[in-house]
Structure formats: structure tokens, C-alpha cells
């Protein structure tokens, strides 16, 4: 090939031109030349690390994928595309995937006690816009009457649910009700973002309630645990009896909730019974609540030395075989609960499998688990076992289907970005990092030694063109 190109391409000339210029360089200019490849080869290091830590993909991939690839003919690959849907079916376009169903949090935060709260100590959102916008859809599907013709105070709160302004929302709500003063979703509103106390909230929330029973609704945002604990044990039995349809809601797990709060925990497995069923839908409150009912039974006097020596009694063999159910259907929640990872406030929608899942457990079920003494020790010991058992998660489960790859994208639309995310299973760097960084190392090593010791680096210098010298001289003799 050199032979070929030897005459038309003038390579003699090309590398005695080559060889004249690198002679006549001083050290100073190889200092120079190293050390700025090796400032942009680390700022494109220090681009590339933030845009993957933020995003989960290299940029200069995901530019040659989306944009190079397909000028060279290759297809652009559609496994991003997809729906984000809301648990009233509502949907829209998002780079995800079609199995990322989003579903209301059934153990969600008031806005105006809890979620402003949190905004006015530390200045940070803990919602985002996307949540919000699930929500505001939610409200409109809840709070919309069957029939065409809507009331004039309906058409006033289906524009309060959909201002982004929290100040507009409020002020729809009292407009609602000055033209009703029965309008049970003014009130539902007034309680979720005016009132600044859950004393306030419950008020507002009893009041919307009692109106709903004397004119019936489609739906009702029934997220509430009031404080009183057997109060709203029993406000949930009957609700749940009374509306069969709010299982939609997932109000079961608020009722587990309340139930683990009162350590009623004959009441807990009784609930979990009904809906732990093969049959049903799971959750991480399902999975994790049955994990937990199993390991009190054996925490107390688990001790990993002597299970070691003797083995794992039918007790023990249970609870770790829950722990390992329980972190299949959902990896992140264990670092939460073992404190391992920080607590953020819980999101208004969450992702089931999903780091937003793992939050809003968490939460508020980090409390049952140390109130059973050695229950988490027990978690400790045994969780990262599961992983042993599903050694390809994307590609096969062992008792749940396999781990969806949609998660991180979706979590990052419903938690706030101050909040790091989750991600399972944990990505290898991409290539274009490891070769920036390979990049930056050797350029900033080569500055280095060339200006602790310019002259060995000029005489290095001067030996690499002296071989392509000679190179060329040796080609010439032997064409």
C-alpha cells in the first residue's frame, strides 16, 4: 500500500518536511501543545462525567447514535420512544418506553402543610412540573360529573386543576365557592394547598366529605390519614366498602399504613392476605410489609454467626426468601431503609419498581422496621443476596418478570433534580469517558515530564523524527 501511494501522495517529501519541522521546535512548544491538549481533553472528560451522572448516557454517544448514524445509513433506534401514563389513563410522549406506567401515590403529601412547607425552609422544590401535571389530570378525571352539562362551579375548579400558579388555583376555589358553598372539590383544593397545618387539612378535607355523601361524585381524592389513626382505619374500611372502585386509588396500602402504625399487625396480615395474591397487581408496600410481618417473627433472635454454624431454621429460611422477593420486585428501597442513601420528600406519582416507589415507601415505612427490633439487621445481612439469584435482572426475573429498563427515565421526571437518582443495575462508563480520561492522563503526564525535563523530551523528540527519517530513507532504497 505504502508502495502504491508512495508517488502520487509525495510521502518522502511529507515526512523530510515532517522531520526539518519537529527539529526546529523548542521544548517550550511541546509544554504548550501537551498541556492544552490535556486542559480539553479534561474539560471534555469533566462534560462528558456530568452529562452521564445527570442524564445515565455519554453525550458524544448519544450525538453519533442520534444524529451521525443516521446520515451513514444506520436506523435510529426507537426503543426510546414511548408513553408515560397516568393512572386515569390519561397519556403523553416521553423518551421512555411503553411499559413505564406512572401510578398516583397513594401515600402522597399535602402541598400546602407538607410540600410548601419543605419549600419555604430550603428553597427547593420537591415536585416536579411533570408530577404536578399528573396530578392536575387526576383531579379533572376525580372530580368530573358524568353528565355532559357541567355545573358552573365544575367548570370553574376543571381551570383551578389545570393553572400552574398555586395562588390561582386557590383563588378558582373560592370563586367555586361563592357560586356553590357545596362544592366538595373547592374544598378538597382549600385542604391540599391553602392549609398550612394538618389540623387545617383535616378540617377542610371532613367538610368536602360530608358534602360528597349528600351529593355523590365520580371519584374523590380520598389521600388522607388524619391523625387519629383508628379514625381513619376505620373512615378507610368503610370507604372501601362503600366505593369498590377506589382500589384503583391503592387505598389498601394507606390502610397497611395506618394498621403498622397502631402495630395491629393480626389486622396487617389479614389486609395483606386479601390482596398479596398472585393475581393481584404488587407493589413495594405489598412486597416489603410481608417481608417485614416474616422477618419480626425471627429478627429478634437472628444472629448471621450462629446461622452460619447451624443453618437457617423454616423461620428464617421465610423471612430471608420475603427479603429476597421483596428486593426482586424492588432494589432500591433497602438502602433507604438501611440509611445507606438519604430520604427526600415522596413525589405525587410514582414509578412501581421504580427509585420513586422506593421513596415513598420509605418514608414512611422506615419507622415499622426499626420499631421491630432486628428487623433490619436481618435486611442487612441479606438483601444483597437476591442478586446472586437474578445475575441478568434485564434479561430474566426469578419470580417477577424481568427488571424493566425504563426506570431511570422515568424517576427523573418525577423526582426533583436536586435528588440523586437510583439506578438499577448499575451502568459501566461509557467508552467515550474511559478514552477522555485515557486521554487527559497520557497529555497532562507527557506536559508534565516535558517541563520537568525538557531536554530528555527534546532529545525524544529529535529520535522520533530521526526515525521517520530514516524510515523514509530505508523505503527509498528499497522502493
Not at 501522495?9 to 526546529?24: Q, R, W, Y
Not at 491538549?37 to 445527570?54: D, Q, V
Not at 402541598?111 to 399528573?134: I, Q
Not at 394547598?193 to 374523590?220: C, D, Q, S, V, W
Amino acid at each position: 500500500m505504502v508502495c502504491v501511494l508512495w508517488s502520487p501522495l509525495k510521502l518522502h517529501e511529507s515526512l523530510t518536511s515532517a522531520s526539518v519541522f519537529l527539529n526546529t521546535l523548542t521544548p517550550k512548544f511541546y509544554v504548550a501543545l501537551t498541556g492544552t491538549s490535556s486542559l480539553i481533553s479534561g474539560l471534555i472528560l469533566i462534560f462528558e462525567w456530568w452529562y452521564f451522572r445527570k442524564y445515565g448516557t455519554s453525550f458524544i454517544e448519544q450525538v453519533s447514535v442520534s444524529h451521525l448514524r443516521p446520515l451513514l445509513g444506520g436506523v435510529e433506534s426507537g426503543s426510546t420512544a414511548g408513553l408515560f401514563s397516568s393512572v386515569n389513563g390519561d397519556s403523553e410522549p416521553r423518551p421512555s418506553v411503553s411499559e413505564c406506567k406512572v401510578w398516583r401515590n397513594p401515600l402522597n403529601l399535602f402541598r400546602g402543610a407538607e410540600y410548601n412547607r419543605y419549600t419555604w425552609v430550603t428553597g427547593k422544590e420537591p415536585l416536579t412540573y411533570y408530577d404536578m401535571n399528573l396530578s392536575a389530570q387526576d383531579h379533572q378525571t376525580f372530580f368530573t360529573g358524568d353528565t355532559q352539562q357541567l355545573r358552573p362551579e365544575d367548570a370553574v375548579m376543571q381551570k383551578a386543576w389545570r393553572e400552574r400558579n398555586p395562588q390561582a388555583r386557590i383563588r378558582a376555589a373560592y370563586q367555586a365557592i361563592e357560586l356553590n358553598h357545596e362544592c366538595a372539590a373547592a374544598y378538597v383544593l382549600l385542604a391540599e394547598e391553602e392549609a398550612t397545618t394538618i389540623t387545617e387539612a383535616e378540617r377542610l378535607f371532613k367538610k368536602a366529605l360530608i358534602i360528597g355523601k349528600k351529593t355523590p361524585l365520580t371519584g374523590k381524592d380520598i389521600n388522607l390519614l388524619l391523625g387519629r389513626i383508628k379514625e381513619a382505619v376505620k373512615m378507610m374500611r368503610d370507604l372501601m366498602k362503600e366505593f369498590p372502585l377506589l382500589g384503583m386509588l391503592n387505598i389498601h396500602e394507606n390502610l397497611l399504613e395506618a394498621l403498622l402504625e397502631l402495630q395491629a399487625y393480626a389486622d396487617v396480615q389479614a389486609v395483606l392476605a386479601k390482596y398479596d395474591d398472585i393475581s393481584l397487581p404488587k407493589s413495594a408496600t405489598i412486597c416489603y410489609t410481608s417481608a417485614l410481618l416474616k422477618a419480626r417473627a425471627v429478627s429478634d433472635k437472628f444472629s448471621p454467626e450462629a446461622a452460619s454454624r447451624r443453618g437457617l431454621s423454616t423461620a428464617e429460611m421465610n423471612a430471608v426468601e420475603a427479603i429476597h422477593r421483596a428486593v426482586e420486585f424492588n432494589p432500591h428501597v433497602p438502602k433507604y431503609l438501611l440509611e445507606m442513601k438519604s430520604l427526600i420528600l415522596p413525589p405525587e406519582h410514582i414509578l412501581k419498581r421504580g427509585d420513586s416507589e422506593a421513596v415513598a415507601y420509605a418514608f414512611f415505612h422506615l419507622q415499622h422496621w426499626k420499631r421491630a427490633e432486628g428487623a433490619l439487621n436481618l435486611l442487612h445481612c441479606t438483601w444483597e443476596g437476591t442478586f446472586r439469584i437474578i445475575p441478568y435482572p434485564l434479561e430474566k426475573g426469578h419470580l417477577f418478570y424481568p427488571y424493566p429498563g425504563c426506570t431511570e427515565t422515568a424517576d427523573r421526571e418525577l423526582l426533583p433534580s436536586f435528588h440523586e437518582v437510583s439506578v438499577y443495575p448499575k451502568k459501566e462508563l461509557p467508552f467515550f469517558i474511559l478514552f477522555t480520561a485515557g486521554l487527559c492522563s497520557f497529555t497532562a503526564m507527557l506536559a508534565m515530564l516535558t517541563h520537568q525535563f525538557p531536554e530528555l523530551m527534546g532529545v525524544f523528540a529529535k529520535a522520533v523524527s530521526t526515525g521517520c527519517k530514516m524510515i523514509s530513507q530505508y523505503d527509498m532504497a528499497h522502493p
